[in-house]
């Protein structure tokens, strides 16, 4: 069985390392307590933390954050289920609205006759769908009893793409972390430039692979993908990809709003870079007011992806790996102290790469710095929040030990 964790940090920083096991099912009602710091092995692999009251309320639909998407989430079962999970939720929405949408023409023009009852049922199936979806829990994504959300997942996707004529999943793709220049390489900007985005176009393709997968869209024939690349740093779109009459957004701004994408990738690479662009272009309220509310788009993001989805951005000074000379004015560490994200899951922050190595130093920057609730990420495990039910839990590609 994969190990799944639940691990929401205030107050103190707990650390999880995949030394530690437990039988799920048996230790659900434990009591569960704060560590202090950081330790190398827990005692147990399901640990939940009653939160201090938050310094806001929101929270992402669903995302997913993490340190390697060929690690973490590949690799994952319970991450891809989620994955899976929360992309045909979005879907499921979106159909709905569309849906009473048009119920509510055809009473305004058509008064007499009153409501399709056909079009009623068919709601209703789709309301029976979503209620059903509200209630799974953490648990639910343990591989014991993974199969009710395969089960699921297969039905909402036979309903949705029996009841329309065409279903669209839409792959917004934000590379702009990993186009930071790095002025110590040997390459020419140009160069460094056609690099990263022939490289950003080949991850952005096995994101694209995986979903389609997921989906099982080979047998199909109405379910299509949309997939364009936004760069946060001049609105520019690129690589757009789809079926003939797909229509694609003008600009950034568009993309992440009345092109409603189904999910927003956002790749890893220089943090700072990316949370400068993100300040710069205006982008953050778009992004949260795209991942938040009843229909949200789908949140993934990786390292740097993930540490800007947090609550506190000054998680990424801490390793040192990352440049803050590449942002004009804001050229040292503590530039970036007490900088904040999209805070999509209340006042959580992010520290994607963790592993044993950087246990005394998180320690110090958590008395230091007072980033308590602060969650760590090793290189096999996917963070996933399900704002409906305001829920953090972390699941991993580690075997049991």
């Known amino acids: 069985m994969k190990q799944i964790k639940t691990l929401i940090f205030y107050t103190t920083l707990l650390s999880h390392s995949r030394a530690s096991a437990f039988n799920l099912r048996q230790q659900r009602s434990r009591p569960c307590r704060a560590t202090s710091s950081v330790e190398a092995s827990q005692t147990s692999d399901l640990v939940e933390i009653s939160s201090a009251p938050p310094s806001n309320s929101r929270w ?111 792959l917004l793709y934000i590379p702009t972390a990993m186009y930071a220049l790095n002025p110590k390489s040997s390459n020419t900007p140009g160069k460094q430039r056609q690099r990263a985005r022939a490289d950003g176009k080949k991850r952005r393709t096995q994101v694209l692979h995986l979903m389609s997968t997921l989906l099982s869209a080979e047998s199909l024939e109405n379910l299509s993908f949309q997939t364009i690349t936004l760069d946060l740093d001049d609105d520019s779109l690129k690589q757009p990809e789809g079926p003939d009459n797909s229509q694609f957004p003008k600009d950034g701004k568009e993309a992440l709003s009345s092109w409603d994408p189904t999910v927003i990738y956002v790749e890893g690479g220089n943090t700072f870079w990316l949370q400068h662009c993100i300040d710069k272009g205006e982008y953050s309220q778009l992004i949260i007011d795209a991942c938040t509310g009843e229909s949200g788009s789908v949140y993934c993001g990786k390292s740097a992806g993930a540490i800007v989805a947090g609550d506190d951005v000054s998680t990424a000074t801490w390793k040192g790996w990352d440049d803050p000379t590449v942002v004009p004015n804001r050229e040292t560490y503590d530039d970036w102290i007490g900088t904040k994200g999209f805070q999509f899951s209340e006042s959580l922050s992010y520290f994607p790469h963790m592993s044993d190595d950087w246990i005394e130093l998180v320690n110090g920057k958590v008395k230091g710095q007072k980033c308590n609730n602060t969650c760590c990420l090793r290189e096999e495990e996917v963070c996933c929040i399900k704002g409906e039910n305001k829920k953090t839990f972390v699941v991993s590609a580690a075997p049991e030990c």
Not at 90 to 115: A, M, Q, R, W
Not at 158 to 164: G, L, N, V
Request: some cysteine; aromatic content about 10%.
């Open 60 to 170: 992402a639909t669903h995302a997913l954050l993490f340190s390697s998407w060929t690690d973490g989430v590949v690799p994952n079962p319970a991450a891809k289920s989620f994955l899976r999970y929360s992309i045909l939720n979005k879907l499921l929405k979106d159909h709905v609205v569309e849906k009473e949408d048009g119920l509510e023409t055809s009473v305004k023009f058509s008064p007499c006759n009153g409501p399709n009852v056909d079009a009623l049922n068919n709601l209703e199936a789709a309301d029976n769908l979503s209620e059903r979806g509200k209630e799974f829990s953490f648990e639910t994504f343990d591989a014991a009893v993974r199969n009710e959300v395969d089960s699921w997942a297969k039905e909402t996707l036979h309903y949705i793409c029996t009841d329309s004529r065409e279903v669209t999943v839409k």
